[in-house]
T-cell receptor, first 112, second 111 residues
Framework: GENVEQHPSTLSVQEGDSAVIKCTYS??????FPWYKQELGKGPQLIID?????GEKKDQRIAVTLNKTAKHFSLHITETQPEDSAVYFC???????????FGAGTTVTVRA | DAGVIQSPRHEVTEMGQEVTLRCKPI?????LFWYRQTMMRGLELLIY????????DSGMPEDRFSAKMPNASFSTLKIQPSEPRDSAVYFC?????????FGPGTRLLVL
């Protein structure tokens, strides 16, 4: 099955700086890569996703890049704010399979 | 969280008791998923349904776990008998071809 590895496990950044989280996947057939943000006491919330026919996608301060050859994808958060503090999960799946394989999560802390 | 209601939000029970977790999707989606989240194992898919039919239950840890979806707006996950190692946060998620939307979860503690 699919194996998704996520790094780093914790990330502390100064407010206004950028944060980058990286994930690798094992199954070359995977073609859908969502990112979720989980705040304390809440369920994971989808913040951005990318499909394998696209190399980069941006939505305001967040962006995701995908390198299919190397089988890795990354989340970039620019101009970080205190409300960006949360646990972030990457995931991978094959569209017709509907089964998401999640990374272990990255705890992001934005220091004011 | 807006698309899924889960109840109860918190449950404390004693080992050996039956536990029933409930999920009510608000908006119409073809797929419903049950996940378990623990510090040790992260997010694990337990089972998912398509149009109320169970498709893949390979993630259900053992026979003590069962799930049903009698209609498009209601699903249950039952643990009988419960054990301390079942303590976790259980999420219901809904989705279509790709994207999944998670509910707020039920935090279960088995003493």
């Amino acid at each position: 099955g699919e194996n998704v590895e996520q790094h780093p496990s914790t990330l502390s950044v100064q407010e206004g700086d950028s944060a980058v989280i990286k994930c690798t996947y094992s199954d070359s057939a995977s073609n859908y890569f969502p990112w979720y943000k989980q705040e304390l006491g809440k369920g994971p919330q989808l913040i951005i996703d990318i499909r394998s026919n696209v190399g980069e996608k941006k939505d305001q301060r967040i962006a995701v890049t995908l390198n299919k050859t190397a089988k890795h994808f990354s989340l970039h958060i620019t101009e970080t704010q205190p409300e960006d503090s949360a646990v972030y999960f990457c995931a991978a799946s094959i569209v017709d399979d509907y089964k998401l394989s999640f990374g272990a999560g990255t705890t992001v802390t934005v220091r004011a | 969280d807006a698309g899924v209601i889960q109840s109860p939000r918190h449950e404390v029970t004693e080992m050996g008791q039956e536990v029933t977790l409930r999920c009510k999707p608000i908006s119409g989606h073809d797929y419903l998923f049950w996940y378990r989240q623990t510090m040790m194992r992260g997010l694990e898919l337990l089972i998912y349904f398509n149009n109320n039919v169970p498709i893949d239950d390979s993630g259900m840890p053992e026979d003590r776990f069962s799930a049903k979806m009698p209609n498009a707006s209601f699903s249950t996950l039952k643990i009988q008998p419960s054990e301390p190692r079942d303590s976790a946060v259980y999420f219901c998620a809904i989705g279509g071809l790709e994207t999944q939307y998670f509910g707020p979860g039920t935090r279960l503690l088995v003493l």
